[in-house]
């Protein structure tokens, strides 16, 4: 099978697409014939070597959406089946292994079902942290990514009012969701006030040095979470990274209901094949993708 994996921590051009012999499931796994791989913010710091321990040569990629190839012991799965979820093996393959999936609605396109899994587990969680209320105010950093749009909508549909940082150009895109946008940048702080008196919490999904603007808003550092800047605890606000503890199938079937329902948009910023894989990472590396980019794999 094709497969993209680095061998050396590095800028994207260490990516390599090779050739590899095709992972065999294991007890409660099934193997994915991938068809759409999503891209997210993580596979890029990997490569570049924000965590030096991980073994090398690895193979990127956190989320697929594929047809299930042959299923290990328990598996709750049979090949021939349409899923969609996390991979246990790097998605940046025309097979990985997986052993957290849902079964894809034939509804639901193969671009959103990729689109759904990081995106949407984390957008739900840390709605879920900052306890977000009908009639309260969120501001939303990042509000147009793929976090922040998947997030807008799902606290608009709580009866929050969104507050939603962006650039200009996005700013008819998050009124059509129903937040109000406001330009990120300097004097921030004044801005959110012109169109708010209060903020009761702040989700940052860009990591672009907002927190001691939104610990001002705030009027503290309660109800602050980050997914996006490490820089959190030093002011006391917390940072989200999630982990295994959200990753259930519950929140997928949920997710791709409400997109077939027509209750969730996703915007894709763009799809790449698999052997421009590190075209779709830097696309994703300068932050202003404005949706979900993807491979399409097979």
Do not use: C
Not at 45 to 69: F, H, I, N, T, Y
Not at 124 to 139: A, D, N, W
Not at 242 to 256: K, P, Q
């Amino acid at each position: 099978m094709r497969a993209v994996q680095f061998s050396e921590y590095g800028p994207s051009d260490v990516l390599r697409l090779v050739e590899a012999g095709a992972p065999e499931p294991g007890r409660g796994q099934v193997r994915v014939a991938v068809r759409v791989a999503g891209v997210n913010p993580l596979d890029w710091k990997l490569r570049s070597g924000v965590m030096p321990e991980l073994a090398l040569p690895r193979r990127p990629g956190l989320e697929l959406a594929g047809v299930v190839d042959a299923a290990g012991e328990e598996a709750p799965f049979d090949a021939g089946e349409e899923v969609f979820g996390w991979a246990d093996t790097g998605s940046y393959a025309e097979y990985a292994l997986a052993s957290l999936v849902a079964r894809k609605p034939p509804e639901l396109s193969w671009r959103d079902a990729a689109a759904l899994p990081v995106a949407g587990a984390t957008a739900s969680r840390v709605l879920r942290q900052l306890e977000v209320t009908s009639g309260e105010v969120l501001l939303l950093h990042g509000a147009s990514g793929a976090v922040g749009r998947l997030a807008t909508q799902l606290a608009v549909g709580m009866g929050a009012t969104v507050v939603g940082t962006a650039s200009p150009e996005r700013f008819e895109d998050l009124r059509s969701l129903g937040a109000v946008p406001v330009a990120h940048g300097e004097g921030l702080v004044d801005r959110v006030r012109e169109v708010t008196s209060r903020v009761d919490a702040v989700f940052d999904a860009a990591g672009k040095g907002v927190l001691p603007a939104s610990v001002e808003l705030r009027g503290g550092t309660e109800r602050i979470v980050t997914i996006a800047d490490t820089r959190a605890s030093a002011l006391g606000v917390v940072f989200s990274s999630g982990g295994s503890t959200e990753r259930g199938t519950g929140v997928l079937d949920e997710l791709a209901g409400r997109v077939v329902a027509g209750e969730l948009d996703i915007a894709h910023a763009g799809s790449y094949p698999l052997s421009e894989a590190a075209r779709a990472q830097d696309d994703s590396e300068t932050g202003h993708s404005g949706g979900k980019i993807t491979l399409d794999v097979g």
